[in-house]
């Protein structure tokens, strides 16, 4: 279980693609992350396994064909910076929502438009996801926890201030890029109540 609070960003070292996907992954600041061996961490929203943990505070982990099917990592490259979050101890505080680490679907950026010193940002998602989607709730992007500003069929936009574009991806992120999308799992236990009940 995560925050969607980006604590580092990651490099990714080395990729090794013999059967499963394995990736190297070391936090841009050098600090170590609270990790131990088989524990959670997300990577860009996606919950992975930690499989070893290097001297100089790297990881790795295994990322299986599905992963890299229904996610973004299939375009990961050597070099690529991703967001990193440790998963939540008993006793941490709560600043974002619950965050599984498991995408829903993909997201892509329609736009991006200046607001003072923010930058709102248009995103398409799948229209089976939309219905998920609401104004003033809660999303996730590449594993940063954001609220959703307005709704319009399969678009929506978050708004995204100076400090979450330079602690994460969005300072960067070129138009059309894809995002690893996950919707609100209070919405998700919602949707299939309703299906039952139907």
């Known amino acids: 279980m995560f925050t969607g609070l980006i604590t580092d960003r990651g490099i990714i070292r080395r990729i090794t693609r013999t059967g499963d996907v394995v990736m190297e992954i070391a936090p841009q600041s050098g600090h ?10 997300a990577c860009n929203g996606i919950c992975l396994t930690v499989t070893e943990i290097l001297p100089d505070h790297a990881f790795t982990a295994t990322l299986s064909a599905e992963t890299m099917r229904v996610t973004t990592a299939g375009l990961w490259r050597e070099g690529d ?8 101890r008993v006793g941490d505080r709560l600043g974002g929502h619950f965050v599984s680490g498991h995408v829903d ?15 709102e940002w248009l995103f398409e998602v799948p229209e089976s996801l939309a219905p998920f989607i609401a104004q003033k709730g809660s999303v996730t992007l590449d594993g940063v926890s954001l609220t959703v500003n307005s709704v319009l069929r399969n678009t929506f936009t978050v708004m995204i201030i100076p400090h979450t574009a330079e602690k994460t991806g969005f300072g960067t992120l070129p138009l ?3 995002l690893n999308l996950e919707i609100d799992m209070l919405a998700r236990y919602v949707a299939r109540l309703r299906e039952v009940a139907a």
């Open 32 to 41: 170590a992350f609270p990790l131990s061996m088989g524990a959670s961490i």
């Open 81 to 88: 910076v991703i967001n990193l979050e440790p998963s939540l």
């Open 105 to 119: 679907g993909l997201a892509v950026a329609l736009a991006a438009t200046p607001v003072k010193d923010s930058t």
């Open 176 to 178: 059309l890029a894809k």
